[in-house]
């Protein structure tokens, strides 16, 4: 398939070409799965109405099942088909263009998928709000997967981030097409739709296994191997919701959120905290429950906080249950709120040691008072108790092995959350003076591990220049080599003794990259293999022979002193001038013919072939790989994820480059396990998904951007 005729089914722009066969197989390999779960779905739904039939109370609930029986056979009968075009109309419309003027779909009400069925009324149809709360709900019945796929589809199509209605293989197209051919039957409004929403809710228990084998897929595909972990969307939503009418006559909490989590309200929010009602009394509350009492009052009601909650639990959440957002004022029930949904997202993510979310959690108190005196902490990504908590949790993700509670590590995060717990009150300062000596040790780690690594550095810079060398000397000789005119002895000699020769000539002169041109030694030995390479050509004139003769003793005391001045030891040398007599020999028993005589051999300056690009980078005009892209963007102090065959992962830090970038050298946090890797070893296993660039996103700047979209949306 031409990339012309990809891009006219698609309509992606030329420079994501390379992801638009991908994006072609996805649309396929989604609509397929779609389709046989669709007919099951037919079947199933067509016995489960006959017993209902049977069952029916009335005449008229009876009718309407077989008409609805009758409709879904009809369905059933095309629908391989139908969906297929279907689909792939919905496909299109959404891969033109990434950019959707308006969200296709939003949150809708609590309608279920039909646990027991319930005929529509045909007045109460409203088309677009239907397939809104179904895409929404077959959305949140796969939304972990959904939002994986969704990140990588935008990725393919050139945007940082699509909305659920743009994705042309997601639940609001698979939806839309389904609504189309319920719409096309000759049936009523409602049995349409209740046709419609049964289908849909079959679908349901279908989408998660679906989605979750098309990212397989595409990790297959190399895109995107690693999409960072995203806040579960809905537990915001969720808590506002809640307050939303719980108290008469106070603002609607969406403008709330609009008004005090944005940078320009904090910037101007000169309000102090102390002034808005209710709000001293929640935080002397506060300050008792830090400082561990129990039984305290606040709005006529006693909190404690919660004895059974482990140390990864939400201590918020369990006094929001208890009642306290509710004795709060609206600004303060939000925070409230709000900073409960950080710390569940906080707790959900996988990739933070368990150890080291306790002593996150450790800090939630701390961290709502804060939030309620400065609502800059929601929008400020530089503030001191965000880069904290940030950087504990990027400092745990990145420790090799277990977290213990001996470790230096958990020592260091342990000092600064017990320091903030005994501390804080109203002066925000501990949280930058925490900060300041968590990086310091931080810095000390990770300058001591660059210490020990640095002990190989030497040793890997020689090394690379012994590659390099060699490089050179293979690319001299790759045009001899490829010469199958050569006896196999001199082809031999050449690969395996001569390119030594010729890299240790260059290895003596520095070389790294071009062929040392001036150096008299490499000089002699490519004027010596030129003459070693025509000697052993037939001779067909007696002019080549007599030539043969004259210059064979200066050929081999040549030979013989490039040899010796790289270490070649005596056996290999007289083993091969002994093959090298008999490939004379057959030289000369060539038959003499009237011919010109060949070409005489190169000048001694030139080399046989000129020299390609510095090995390890791509030769200009070629188009980099994904892999060779993300090698380039590596620098020192990059992490980077290493898988083993039996998927144990190893965080590593990039701690040197070698000056050519053919050597990489990594170690883990500790300064422990030292790992080099040569550029082609890398390479390989980016490509083979044995290594990933680890995702260096801050928690908190992640989770707050996620749960305040949400809150904005």
């Known amino acids: 398939m031409t990339n012309e005729h990809l891009s006219r089914q698609t309509g992606v722009p030329d420079a994501f070409r390379p992801h638009q066969g991908v994006l072609l197989e996805c649309r396929d390999f989604v609509g397929q799965r779609v389709r046989e779960a669709l007919a099951r779905s037919v079947g199933e739904l067509r016995d489960e109405l006959q017993a209902r039939r049977l069952a029916a109370k009335n005449a008229e609930e009876a009718q309407k099942l077989i008409e609805l029986q009758a409709l879904l056979h009809t369905i059933g009968a095309e629908i391989d088909r139908t969906f297929s075009t279907g689909f792939e109309d919905q496909f299109q419309e959404r891969a033109k263009t990434s950019s959707v003027a308006s969200t296709f779909y939003e949150d809708g009400s609590e309608m279920g998928f039909f646990p027991e069925l319930k005929l529509v009324d045909e007045t109460e149809i409203d088309t677009t709000i239907a397939v809104k709360n179904l895409a929404t709900r077959l959305e949140r019945a796969c939304e972990a997967e959904n939002q994986d796929l969704q990140t990588r589809v935008a990725f393919m199509l050139g945007e940082n981030d699509i909305d659920g209605a743009a994705n042309p293989i997601g639940p609001a197209a698979i939806c839309e097409a389904l609504k189309n051919i319920c719409w096309e039957q000759d049936a009523s409004g409602g049995l349409r739709a209740t046709a419609l929403e049964l289908l849909v809710g079959r679908l349901a228990g279908e989408m998660s296994t679906v989605y979750h084998d098309?990212?397989?897929?595409?990790?297959?595909?190399?895109?995107?191997?690693?999409?960072?972990?995203?806040?579960?969307?809905?537990?915001?939503?969720?808590?506002?919701?809640?307050?939303?009418?719980?108290?008469?006559?106070?603002?609607?909490?969406?403008?709330?959120?609009?008004?005090?989590?944005?940078?320009?309200?904090?910037?101007?929010?000169?309000?102090?905290?102390?002034?808005?009602?209710?709000?001293?009394?929640?935080?002397?509350?506060?300050?008792?429950?830090?400082?561990?009492?129990?039984?305290?009052?606040?709005?006529?009601?006693?909190?404690?906080?919660?004895?059974?909650?482990?140390?990864?639990?939400?201590?918020?959440?369990?006094?929001?249950?208890?009642?306290?957002?509710?004795?709060?004022?609206?600004?303060?029930?939000?925070?409230?709120?709000?900073?409960?949904?950080?710390?569940?997202?906080?707790?959900?993510?996988?990739?933070?040691?368990?150890?080291?979310?306790?002593?996150?959690?450790?800090?939630?108190?701390?961290?709502?008072?804060?939030?309620?005196?400065?609502?800059?902490?929601?929008?400020?990504?530089?503030?001191?108790?965000?880069?904290?908590?940030?950087?504990?949790?990027?400092?745990?993700?990145?420790?090799?092995?277990?977290?213990?509670?001996?470790?230096?590590?958990?020592?260091?995060?342990?000092?600064?959350?017990?320091?903030?717990?005994?501390?804080?009150?109203?002066?925000?300062?501990?949280?930058?003076?925490?900060?300041?000596?968590?990086?310091?040790?931080?810095?000390?780690?990770?300058?001591?591990?660059?210490?020990?690594?640095?002990?190989?550095?030497?040793?890997?810079?020689?090394?690379?220049?012994?590659?390099?060398?060699?490089?050179?000397?293979?690319?001299?000789?790759?045009?001899?080599?490829?010469?199958?005119?050569?006896?196999?002895?001199?082809?031999?000699?050449?690969?395996?003794?001569?390119?030594?020769?010729?890299?240790?000539?260059?290895?003596?002169?520095?070389?790294?990259?071009?062929?040392?041109?001036?150096?008299?030694?490499?000089?002699?030995?490519?004027?010596?293999?030129?003459?070693?390479?025509?000697?052993?050509?037939?001779?067909?004139?007696?002019?080549?022979?007599?030539?043969?003769?004259?210059?064979?003793?200066?050929?081999?005391?040549?030979?013989?002193?490039?040899?010796?001045?790289?270490?070649?030891?005596?056996?290999?040398?007289?083993?091969?001038?002994?093959e090298l007599v008999q490939c004379h020999a057959a030289a000369l028993k060539a038959p003499l013919v009237a011919a010109p005589p060949p070409a005489p051999p190169p000048p001694p300056n030139a080399p046989a072939r000129r020299a390609g690009p510095l090995p390890g980078l791509q030769p200009i005009g070629d188009d980099p790989t994904p892999e060779m892209l993300e090698l380039d963007l590596l620098t020192r102090g990059s992490w980077v994820e290493l898988r083993d065959e039996s998927g144990e992962v190893r965080r590593v830090r990039l701690t040197w480059i070698s000056p050519a970038r053919t050597m990489y050298l990594f170690a883990n946090r500790q300064g422990q396990r030292a790992l080099a890797l040569t550029r082609a070893e890398l390479t390989r296993r980016f490509a083979s998904g044995e290594a990933s660039t680890a995702d260096q996103e801050p928690l908190l700047d992640r989770v707050v951007d996620d749960v305040l979209d949400e809150l904005r949306g």
Not at 375 to 385: D, V, Y
Not at 559 to 565: F, N
Request: charged letters at 25%; hydrophobic letters at 45%; aromatic letters at 6%.
């Open 214 to 578: 098309v990212n397989a897929l595409l990790v297959a595909r190399r895109v995107m191997p690693n999409v960072r972990p995203r806040a579960r969307r809905g537990k915001a939503s969720q808590r506002m919701a809640a307050r939303k009418g719980a108290l008469p006559g106070e603002p609607d909490p969406s403008d709330l959120v609009k008004q005090i989590f944005t940078a320009k309200a904090a910037a101007v929010e000169k309000s102090d905290w102390r002034q808005r009602t209710g709000t001293p009394d929640l935080m002397q509350l506060l300050n008792g429950l830090q400082q561990g009492q129990g039984d305290l009052q606040f709005g006529g009601q006693s909190f404690a906080l919660p004895a059974d909650v482990d140390a990864t639990g939400n201590i918020i959440s369990a006094l929001i249950e208890a009642g306290l957002s509710k004795q709060a004022n609206s600004i303060d029930g939000i925070v409230i709120d709000v900073v409960a949904t950080l710390f569940d997202y906080i707790f959900d993510d996988s990739r933070v040691p368990d150890a080291m979310k306790g002593l996150i959690g450790r800090l939630q108190i701390p961290v709502l008072k804060l939030a309620m005196m400065d609502h800059g902490f929601f929008s400020n990504r530089t503030h001191p108790a965000r880069r904290l908590i940030n950087s504990l949790a990027q400092a745990s993700v990145t420790w090799d092995g277990p977290l213990a509670e001996d470790s230096s590590l958990y020592r260091a995060a342990e000092g600064a959350v017990v320091r903030i717990q005994n501390q804080f009150a109203e002066d925000a300062s501990v949280f930058a003076s925490c900060l300041q000596e968590f990086e310091n040790y931080l810095t000390e780690q990770e300058r001591y591990a660059d210490e020990r690594a640095a002990t190989l550095t030497e040793r890997l810079k020689e090394r690379e220049r012994i590659d390099l060398a060699r490089k050179i000397g293979e690319d001299a000789m790759a045009d001899h080599l490829a010469n199958e005119e050569l006896p196999a002895a001199v082809r031999d000699f050449i690969r395996d003794i001569w390119t030594r020769v010729l890299a240790h000539a260059a290895l003596e002169s520095g070389a790294t990259s071009t062929p040392p041109t001036n150096s008299e030694r490499w000089t002699n030995a490519i004027t010596a293999i030129a003459d070693l390479v025509w000697s052993v050509l037939p001779k067909r004139s007696m002019e080549e022979r007599q030539r043969m003769v004259k210059q064979l003793p200066v050929m081999l005391r040549n030979l013989k002193a490039g040899m010796t001045a790289a270490a070649i030891d005596e056996v290999r040398q007289k083993a091969f001038f002994s």
